[in-house]
């Protein structure tokens, strides 16, 4: 079993699925010759060829345009948008055709598409770099919404999303793109998209997160147990659409309280809809208010004052003692 980083654990489910698959076609700015700017499809263009991973021009819009057309086709698409903030360029195909073609047939077509974009700060990287604009995508009906927050789980993750019959946003952390390995099988591995995990039991609070939020999460958790003797339970999302809230809910039954975190803006954020949702599910097992732990409301700045923004560990160990105290 081999230590991978996220980028080569994507790499090999692209490739497996396309040795698998024939019907699995790679397109987008530089993903061929190049292997893509982060590198996720390198190798690809030689071992499979020109007509399955294709380079296209620097038009976002036409990129998943052409890629809706694949799908309907009968082919699985993967397309690679180079940063999040690009993306903006295709909502209206996403919005308008790929999300609504399964509801606008009345199911007698189906759009198997993967739109693959890295996202979020912590990268040092320019204006439109960085954002963190999950919710635009998980408000959209038809559509689902994955974000892998390591390696192995990023490739398992992306296997189900190739093998999917409705269109997914694949949102990559670019801050854990490189920034550490863990085991990988060699053999094939997937994980059900809209389902949530454990990654630290815990019985005094919930928090919740997901992405390059993790790993501060799960910190902020440690520190918690070695110096206030708290041990958290700490949910890892992995999607967005659909929302595993019956772990959450579960949870914060046994907990009574819950810090959600991400490093998108607060307001109208991820956090709200599933507070919003915890508030309906156990509401009588509260024991303090739910606290939402997030970005500011501001384009997040460049990397002279990034880290401000950021939820850090410090900030969301302080935020949940708050909340232990309440």
Same mark, same amino acid.
Not at 68 to 86: K, T
């Given at each position: ?68 057309? %694949? ?90 999303? %190739? ?43 919930? %928090? ?119």
């Amino acid at each position: 079993m081999a230590k991978l980083n996220m980028v080569q654990a994507l790499n090999l489910a692209l490739a497996q699925e396309m040795a698998r698959d024939e019907r699995v076609i790679v397109l987008g700015e530089d993903v061929g010759v190049d292997g893509g700017v982060f590198r996720v499809s390198d190798g690809l263009h030689a071992r499979f060829g020109a007509g399955r991973v294709l380079d296209t021009p620097l038009a976002e819009s036409a990129i998943v345009g052409v890629a809706i057309g %694949m799908a309907l086709a009968g082919l699985r698409p993967v397309c690679e948008i180079q940063f999040s903030g690009f993306s903006y360029q295709c909502f209206h195909q996403i919005e308008n055709h790929a999300a609504r073609l399964r509801w606008r047939s009345r199911g007698r077509f189906q759009v198997p598409l993967v739109l693959r974009t890295p996202y979020g700060g912590g990268v040092r990287a320019l204006e439109h770099h960085s954002e963190s604009r999950e919710a635009f995508w998980g408000h959209i009906p038809g559509l689902k919404l994955a974000i892998p927050s390591g390696p192995r789980n990023a490739r398992a993750l992306l296997v189900s999303a %190739m093998r999917d019959p409705d269109p997914v946003i694949f949102y990559e952390p670019t801050a854990l793109y490189r920034a550490f390995r863990e085991e990988v099988p060699d053999e094939e591995e997937t994980l059900p998209l809209g389902k949530a995990r454990i990654a630290r039991p815990g019985k005094a609070v919930t %928090m919740i997160a997901y992405g390059a939020m993790l790993r501060p999460t799960l910190a902020a958790a440690e520190e918690l147990s070695a110096r206030d003797g708290v041990e958290a339970e700490v949910i890892d999302l992995l999607s967005l659409a659909p929302l595993d809230d019956a772990l959450c809910t579960e949870s914060l039954r046994k907990t009574g309280r819950a810090v959600v975190i991400h490093e998108a803006p607060m307001t109208y954020g991820p956090a709200a809809e599933i507070a919003a949702r915890l508030m309906e599910n156990a509401f009588f097992q509260l024991e303090a208010p739910i606290r939402r732990i997030a970005g500011y409301d501001v384009v997040i700045p460049l990397f002279q004052r990034e880290a401000r923004y950021l939820p850090d560990t410090q900030r969301i160990v302080a935020e949940t003692r708050e909340v232990l105290a309440a």
